[in-house]
Structures are given as C-alpha cells and as structure tokens.
C-alpha cells in the first residue's frame, strides 16, 4: 500500500509504502484452487455436511454417483437423500457418533462400507472415508466424505464367495494349475476322489499327483495341445476320459472338463479342471451293453412300453414275431400287436404291474403285421429309474403256437392211451368172464369122475386134472387183477397158504411135460 508524503505547504516531498508478505495466503489460494479443481473434478462423490447433518457441497461425482443435482442435494441430510428408508435411523445414529468422535480426535478418518440409493431408485454399494472439517481456530464446522462405487467389487466378491461355496461343497474334484501343470487349487472333493489332502497336492505337478506313470509322456502332449488351444480361444473347453490313479494306487477312469484361466488383459494363467469319477458310469455302460447284446440275441420278442402304453424299444426277435421294424413300432401303442379283444385285459394288467410292482405272466393272441395271429406267453415286469420309481414295464414274448399244437397232440395221444387201455381192460375182463364158464364145468365134471371107482393111476390123473384147473382159474383171476392194476381198482388180499402143497401142485403140473421127455421131476 502506497501513499504521498508532503510538507505543511501540501508539497510533495516523498512516498510511503507499506508491505505485507502475501506468500502464505497465495499458497494458501493456490491450494484452494487446486483442491476445488481435484473436488470437481474428482470421479468419487464429494460431500461436506455441516454439524446437523445439512449437505454444504455436491460435486459433479456425486451428481453421476447418485443421481441428484446440487440444488437437488444442498441443504439435505443424507439420511433423507440417498440412506434406504430402512437404514436411516441407523445412518443418523451413526453420523452422530462420527461427528462426536471426530470431534474428540480432530485427525481421526471414518471409513465403512454403506448401501446407498440413487434417484432412480437402483441400490450401490460404497466406500465412504470420512473427515472434519474445521476453521482456522480449530474448531469443527463440518464433515467431509469421499464415497466410491463399489457395487462391482462387492458383485464379484459375492460371486468369488458363491464360487468358492459350489467349489467347496461339489461332490466333483474341481482343480486348477499354472501353465506349466502345477496344482494351485484343489478342492475337497479332489481329496476324496484321490485321497491327497490339499496340501499334499498344491505345489505338484498333476503328473506327478494323478497321471498314472505309464500315461504320463501321453498326458503331456495332450495338455501342451489343450495350452495351445485355448491360448487363441478363450471360450473353448476340452472335455476328456482319461485314466487316473489315486493316492493308494487304484486307477480308474474320469471324465476331466478343462477351461483356461485368464487375466484382465486375456493372457492365460493356467487351466481349471473339473473331474468326475466314471467307475460307476462305465461299469453300467458294460452292463447296459451286456443287457443290449442279451436282448438283441434273444429269440423272445422283448420290448419297453411307457406307462401310458407307449412302445420305446424293440428288439430283433420282436421285429421277426411281429413283422414289424424298430423304426415302424416305436413310438406306437401297443394295439399295434395286440387283438381288439385282448386289449382290454392287457391295458389291466400293465396298469397292476404299474401300481403294485410285481410281474404278470399269461398267454394271450397276438397279432402280426400281415394280420394272422399266433399264441405269445407273455411275461412283463416293472422298469424303475435311480430313484426306484416305476416308469413303464417291460414285456417278453414267445411264440408257443407250435408248444401248444405239441401239447394239444400229447393230450389227444394220452386220451386215444386211455381208451385203448380201458378197451383193453373190457377185452380181459369179458375173456376172464367167457374162459371161467367153461372151466368151471369141465372141473365140475373132474369133481364128479373122482367120486367114482378109479385106479390109483385114473385117480393121480384126476387129481392133475384138478389141480391144473384150478391153477387155470387162477390165472384168470391174475388177469382180472392185471385189469383192476391198470384202472387203479387193485386191492390185496391177505391169505395163507401151504407152500409145500403149492410146491407140489407145480411140480404134478410139470411132471407130465419132464415125463414126456423122459425126465423125472423130484420136488423135496
């Protein structure tokens, strides 16, 4: 500040000056002017906030953050500008309790995380630092806060904290590893599955963890082959089935998903690998094929019908009995084969096998493509899935046409048999009948010549007579019997004898025939 200096007679004589170093507040200004620059500029939110809460400053962040212009925002309080209504009460609690720490510890900072809510009405997740603000005597006039949208850091950090979870708790080995095939991840499922913990594995080569020795060069080529595939493509994965081997040694085949690990530039960093073991898988594959080649060798027509009756396989044998392809039945109902007339017994009997799960067996007529028909024994039974749920049945069937003409031969032979026996059983009784009447008169005339005057050799003639006679009409009586033996009509007498006098009624009716050829017969 200048001025003039002059004498009692207003003469000029000299000048005055004063001066004041203006560094300070220049620096001072410079600084205000630099921090006013950063604040408009800033991408964060700046606020300031008086002591009751009142927004004293909105900078062009906090307009694109939030949504709100300054005249919109200054003169507000937060809690009833962009805090969700559920969360105020809290966030003025807590302003407070800033406001009074801040002022016990005027350099002290506040940092939180707090949802806030834009204009429109969508929710973000921020950082917010927060600091006093105070005059040049120290005192507190205010709160300033700086806020950052980290509604996609947190977004990852939910989906990295899923990830982990699904990796965590997958019934799957999930493993990942460098480029140059070091384990850097292995879940708790990889332990399970090959009974390393993940310290034992991390750190390892999966050469030397799972490739069985023998495969190992192979493995190699195959993974240097993947690295270069999806080096150039990122959205390609490999699928493989490999053999693998477990800690104990125990190998077994797995199906391993490979994808490329990638950072924010595209670079690949390694590759993750999910794996499931197919033991299980490949030992029903066996048995499915096992199954497969039974059922197309066989010479019974077997199918699979839905329980709506639906017809799903249909096997060769059932291609030959029924004159119809695979192509042409599946997909059709089973009237397709089966007579008007049966259908309805049929439909029953799927739908009981159906309900209670048990098999079902009966003969019925089944019809052929070129519309004859032939005598099918049918045989269906229950086809459940994983869960032990009924989902259709399946059915054999067997051509027995020729079984039951056999069978209805048999029966025809048996009963022609059993006439024939019972004609013959009628020949031997009516025989026995007609050769007793005579026998009996001629052994009644016996009777009567040994009562008259005979020498001993006309008596020992009659007495042969005799005896042979009645030997006579016991074999009619044997006959007799042999008939009743055939009819089932047989019963045992029980009789005593003398066998001595049996002994020599055979030998008298020998002794004529030995006497004939000049023997002599000698019982004793």
Same mark, same amino acid.
């Given at each position: 500040?200048?001025?003039?200096?002059?004498d009692?007679?207003?003469?000029?004589?000299?000048?005055?000056?004063?001066?004041?170093?203006?560094t300070?507040?220049k620096?001072?200004e410079?600084?205000?002017a630099? &921090?006013?620059?950063?604040?408009?500029?800033?991408?964060?939110a700046?606020?300031?906030?008086? $002591?009751?809460?009142?927004?004293?400053?909105?900078?062009?962040?906090?307009?694109?953050?939030?949504?709100?212009?300054p005249?919109?925002?200054?003169?507000?309080?937060?809690?009833?500008?962009?805090?969700?209504?559920?969360d105020?009460?809290?966030? #003025?609690?807590?302003?407070?309790?800033?406001?009074?720490?801040?002022?016990?510890?005027?350099?002290a900072?506040?940092?939180?995380e707090?949802?806030?809510l834009?204009k429109?009405?969508?929710?973000?997740?921020?950082?917010?630092?927060?600091?006093?603000?105070?005059?040049?005597?120290?005192?507190?006039?205010?709160?300033?806060t700086?806020?950052?949208?980290?509604t996609?850091?947190?977004?990852?950090?939910?989906?990295?904290?899923l990830?982990?979870?699904?990796?965590?708790s997958?019934?799957?080995?999930?493993?990942?590893?460098?480029?140059d095939?070091?384990?850097t991840?292995?879940?708790?499922?990889?332990?399970?599955?090959f009974?390393?913990?993940?310290?034992?594995?991390?750190?390892?080569?999966?050469?030397d963890?799972?490739?069985?020795?023998?495969?190992?060069?192979?493995?190699?080529?195959?993974?240097?082959?993947?690295?270069?595939?999806?080096?150039?493509?990122?959205?390609?994965?490999?699928?493989?089935?490999?053999p693998?081997?477990?800690?104990?040694?125990?190998?077994?085949?797995?199906?391993?998903?490979?994808?490329?690990?990638y950072?924010?530039?595209? #670079?690949l960093?390694?590759?993750?690998?999910?794996?499931?073991?197919?033991?299980e898988?490949?030992?029903?594959?066996?048995?499915?094929s096992?199954?497969?080649?039974?059922?197309?060798?066989?010479?019974?027509?077997?199918?699979?019908?839905?329980?709506?009756g639906?017809?799903i396989t249909?096997?060769?044998?059932?291609e030959?009995?029924?004159?119809?392809?695979?192509?042409?039945?599946?997909?059709?109902?089973?009237?397709?084969?089966v007579?008007p007339?049966? &259908?309805?017994?049929?439909?029953a009997?799927?739908?009981?096998?159906?309900?209670t799960g048990?098999?079902?067996?009966?003969?019925?007529?089944?019809?052929?493509?070129?519309?004859?028909?032939?005598?099918?024994?049918?045989?269906?039974?229950?086809?459940?899935?994983?869960?032990?749920?009924?989902?259709?049945?399946?059915?054999?069937?067997?051509d027995?046409?020729?079984?039951?003409?056999?069978?209805?031969?048999?029966?025809?032979?048996?009963?022609?048999a &059993?006439?024939?026996?019972?004609?013959?059983?009628e020949? &031997?009784?009516?025989?026995?009948?007609?050769?007793r $009447?005579?026998?009996?008169?001629?052994?009644?005339m016996?009777?009567?010549?040994?009562?008259?005057q005979?020498?001993?050799?006309?008596?020992?003639?009659?007495?042969?007579?005799?005896?042979?006679?009645?030997?006579?009409?016991?074999?009619?009586?044997?006959?007799?019997?042999?008939?009743?033996?055939?009819?089932g009509?047989?019963?045992l007498?029980?009789?005593?004898?003398?066998?001595?006098?049996v002994?020599?009624?055979?030998?008298?009716?020998?002794a004529?025939?030995?006497?004939?050829? #000049?023997?002599?017969?000698?019982?004793?």
């Amino acid at each position: 500040v200048g001025g003039a200096i002059r004498d009692r007679d207003g003469k000029l004589i000299g000048i005055s000056a004063i001066h004041r170093d203006l560094t300070e507040r220049k620096r001072a200004e410079g600084e205000q002017a630099l &921090l006013a620059a950063l604040v408009k500029t800033s991408e964060d939110a700046i606020i300031s906030h008086s $002591t009751d809460f009142r927004i004293t400053s909105w900078n062009r962040g906090a307009q694109r953050l939030l949504g709100y212009t300054p005249e919109e925002a200054l003169g507000k309080r937060p809690f009833d500008l962009y805090v969700p209504l559920t969360d105020r009460a809290t966030d #003025q609690a807590r302003l407070t309790s800033d406001l009074a720490m801040i002022r016990e510890n005027p350099g002290a900072m506040r940092q939180l995380e707090l949802r806030v809510l834009r204009k429109d009405g969508a929710l973000l997740d921020t950082a917010i630092v927060g600091c006093g603000i105070h005059d040049s005597n120290g005192k507190l006039i205010g709160l300033s806060t700086i806020m950052r949208d980290i509604t996609a850091r947190k977004r990852a950090e939910r989906e990295n904290a899923l990830l982990a979870a699904v990796v965590g708790s997958s019934v799957h080995a999930i493993v990942s590893f460098s480029n140059d095939l070091v384990i850097t991840s292995w879940n708790p499922g990889a332990e399970r599955m090959f009974r390393f913990t993940a310290n034992e594995a991390i750190g390892k080569s999966i050469l030397d963890v799972y490739v069985p020795l023998s495969k190992r060069e192979h493995a190699q080529t195959v993974m240097n082959e993947v690295f270069e595939t999806l080096t150039g493509e990122r959205e390609a994965s490999h699928r493989l089935e490999v053999p693998v081997i477990r800690k104990d040694g125990v190998e077994f085949e797995a199906a391993i998903m490979l994808s490329g690990i990638y950072d924010r530039d595209g #670079q690949l960093l390694g590759l993750s690998a999910i794996m499931s073991d197919l033991s299980e898988r490949k030992q029903a594959e066996r048995e499915a094929s096992l199954l497969a080649a039974v059922v197309n060798a066989s010479d019974d027509a077997i199918m699979n019908v839905s329980s709506q009756g639906q017809i799903i396989t249909w096997n060769p044998a059932a291609e030959r009995a029924y004159g119809y392809t695979a192509a042409e039945a599946v997909g059709k109902s089973i009237e397709l084969f089966v007579l008007p007339d049966e &259908l309805p017994e049929t439909i029953a009997r799927t739908r009981l096998v159906v309900e209670t799960g048990q098999p079902v067996s009966w003969e019925q007529r089944a019809l052929r493509r070129d519309g004859t028909s032939f005598v099918s024994a049918v045989n269906i039974f229950p086809i459940r899935d994983a869960t032990g749920t009924i989902t259709g049945v399946a059915g054999i069937g067997r051509d027995i046409t020729s079984f039951k003409e056999t069978e209805r031969q048999l029966v025809a032979a048996r009963e022609a048999a &059993l006439a024939a026996s019972e004609a013959k059983s009628e020949f &031997l009784s009516s025989m026995s009948h007609e050769i007793r $009447t005579p026998m009996t008169a001629i052994l009644g005339m016996a009777d009567l010549l040994a009562e008259g005057q005979l020498n001993a050799e006309q008596r020992r003639y009659i007495e042969i007579l005799c005896n042979n006679g009645h030997t006579l009409l016991d074999l009619i009586n044997s006959i007799l019997d042999l008939a009743k033996i055939e009819s089932g009509r047989l019963t045992l007498e029980h009789v005593a004898f003398d066998l001595s006098e049996v002994m020599e009624k055979s030998a008298q009716t020998l002794a004529i025939r030995a006497h004939a050829k #000049q023997l002599e017969l000698i019982v004793s």
